[in-house]
């Protein structure tokens, strides 16, 4: 049997040369119609595999899986069946979508009934998130240091562990969600009394995320080793901040109201499996690491990641460029990081890895850095300018991984900023 | 019909003059039997009510319950009833409870279904907590301030703004459960290089929290004047941590690991109308605070606090005692400050109020106050000194009110750290 992410495979179904989810990639996440609640829904080309149909058609009736699992709201009761069960299952649909097995192909009829157009589909959050977890991986990330640690010890300590707070998971939505400007204390400048009023410093964070994919007992910490066990894969994240909010924060521990309001996902999770071709070497570690964040092996992975602006009724800018192998720390060991004080872990927590910016001028993750580095407002198409995000603005996040003509796609993670509301 | 928080109100339930659970408590809990599973259940004097047994005999009729919401590991689908029904149903109980109501006191057979002895039974956790907030809220607290910010600004910035960060909501426990002293990087005095090793500052931290009763959706804020309604009501909380941990976090944004590994919370929740008779006059605050902060009326809540060690095999010795009644900040204006950007909360969300100590050297909320203030390690009566929590120590926090001979008590807040695993 040839791995599902085997270069050569090819699918019955057309699958456009750029599109994220050839039948290399299968994701999972869930959707509804106009006629169904939600379910589980494995992307290819631009449709979505019904997993409950394919389920209650038997073509998955090796798996003796209950539907409950399949037409639910959230991933977690699916992945909650362990590793080895939903990769057989990944498997088992790239072989129903393989070009060279009839099962699916000459049955017109089950096709009707199994996929969906993705214009067809409404995307939902894909897991119930119980804690999410947002770490800083970008050692030269200096701009984020000056502004969030005294920089040279922010810096050195950095070498020696992963940084990271707790978010707030309420706010975490899918993508194609809109939000209204938020509003918080700000202390306008050359005052010493704040102001209740709406950010003017709107500002996307460029950052992905893993969902954890098996839970832990409080106490029993994950090596860097087992981590891999405990990931079920990787999103795109808009990371939203009103740094203006900051201001009276900075003091405090915790970034709090400026980042909690929301925080943008986007709707299709890439197993690891799927990205095991891009592992690439990760940074040298320098100082050595403590013994429980040692590693080996390629674990980093190169993933392309664009942030374009499409401000009302105009075209999408593309804005940054940048790539998330040059993350100081692993996810393998930003897990391992995380239970190291025997902290547990449950399925579908979230954690994410802060704004990634690479050397070149036009990567950066999020505006502040922009404007930090380039110490202008940057032009769009439309001639508008922009130092922070503007009303009405969307602000779409992109990520694909491209090599041996395979390109495996994250999709979108996508806002849209409204006005800011009166009460 | 009398009000159920009324002080004349007696139950034909003998109960203790210094029972925490008189009749015009019945706060809500989570417990199981050796033969029952997880079900609501109210404390009265040293029983617990059975609520799901109570529904099956019929005791609940007019409110046509589900016994699904009663035989439940979790306390948010009743919660989630929404405050009139659940109030109607304590009312309910409170009659039947009364010494005058012959229904339940004249009937042996139901009571000996309904009622279990505390000592029978396993207490659980009461809520699935969804995101878990930290407030400081203490604006007096200026060894924290010292600690944690540069200390004038923050003692100016928390007149303004209470000061907060997210928790880790996964390792929030019951009380009665150990745990192993957890391990972390520390940096060892006058070296540079930290050390992976199990923390030499284990502390508690003295806390009281409140569960939202009531959900927002997204962009929704909730003002003083109604986050009553969003208040189901309140627990003790001991906000364990891990001191050294902090001097490589310090830098960052967010007590992270070194608050992360377990919070304990007692397991009755004590609603808001049994609180309201020792609601009392909260501080002066000055300056004036901004518009959506503002409030009227009595509304910090008059809490005596108390902290023991118990070593092994000894005595507890009474450490601390507080009151929550000088709390800066309210309940309320914390719940309107967290909505203030609009982030949504959900039923079953823990916000707490971190350490509080009060003026008098023998109040404080943490080992670590305790040493900065009194410059000494703290003498136990079995003659051993603590400066942080030893192993084997159990941490036991208390709470009650007290006011015209009724006493409204929270039961305990209890922990024990066992010694670091090897792994």
Redesign the interface.
């Known amino acids: 049997m040839i791995k599902a992410n085997d270069p050569s495979l090819k699918s019955w179904i057309e699958v456009p040369p750029d599109s994220d989810f050839p039948i290399q990639n299968l994701p999972f996440g869930i959707f509804k119609t106009q006629s169904s609640s939600s379910r589980v829904g494995i992307a290819i080309g631009d449709q979505v595999l019904d997993m409950s149909i394919l389920n209650k058609l038997g073509f998955l009736d090796d798996f003796k899986i209950d539907d409950s699992i399949f037409t639910n709201q959230y991933l977690n009761d699916f992945i909650e069946l362990g590793k080895p069960l939903c990769r057989s299952i990944r498997q088992r649909v790239s072989n129903l979508l393989n070009v060279n097995n009839p099962e699916l192909r000459d049955n017109k009829n089950a096709q009707y009934k199994v996929l969906n157009y993705m214009s067809n589909v409404q995307m939902q959050l894909p897991v119930k998130i119980?804690?999410y977890t947002d770490f800083?991986s970008d050692i030269e990330r200096n701009i984020a240091a000056k502004v969030?640690?005294?920089s040279k010890?922010?810096i050195s300590?950095r070498k020696?562990?992963p940084?990271?707070?707790?978010?707030?998971?309420?706010?975490i939505?899918v993508s194609g969600?809109s939000?209204?400007r938020?509003?918080?204390?700000i202390k306008p400048f050359g005052s010493d009394?704040?102001?209740?009023d709406s950010t003017k410093q709107l500002d996307f964070g460029l950052e992905v995320a893993f969902i954890v994919g098996k839970q832990t007992p409080?106490?029993k910490?994950v090596s860097t080793a087992t981590a891999e066990d405990h990931i079920f894969g990787l999103t795109l994240l808009n990371g939203w901040s009103?740094h203006d909010?900051h201001t009276?924060?900075d003091?405090?521990?915790?970034?709090?109201?400026?980042k909690?309001?929301?925080t943008t996902i986007s709707p299709w999770i890439v197993t690891l499996d799927a990205l095991e071709p891009f592992r690439t070497q990760g940074c040298v570690q320098d100082?050595k690491v403590?013994?429980?964040l040692e590693y080996s092996g390629e674990k980093n992975i190169d993933i392309n990641l664009e942030v374009s602006i499409q401000p009302e009724n105009s075209d999408e800018h593309l804005i940054s460029k940048s790539n998330c192998k040059n993350m100081y720390w692993t996810i393998e060991q930003q897990l391992a990081?995380?239970t190291?004080?025997?902290?547990?872990?449950?399925i579908g927590?979230l954690i994410a890895s802060r704004t990634i910016c690479a050397q070149n001028t036009d990567s950066f993750g999020s505006m502040l850095e922009l404007s930090l580095k380039e110490m202008k407002a940057i032009k769009l198409k439309d001639g508008s300018e922009r130092k922070f995000i503007n009303d009405n603005d969307t602000v779409i996040i992109r990520g694909y991984c491209e090599k041996n003509g395979v390109r495996i796609g994250f999709g979108e993670a996508k806002g849209k900023v409204l006005e800011a509301?009166n009460?």
Request: hydrophobic residues 35%.
């Open positions: 119980g804690d800083y969030h640690t005294s010890a922010g300590f020696h562990l940084l990271g707070y707790n978010g707030r998971a309420s706010s939505v969600t939000f209204h938020p509003k918080g204390q009394l704040p102001v209740f409080l106490g910490t009103a909010f009276p924060e003091i405090q521990p915790g970034l709090f109201l400026s909690r309001f929301i100082p403590l013994p429980y990081h995380l190291s004080n025997g902290c547990n872990i449950n927590d509301l009460s």
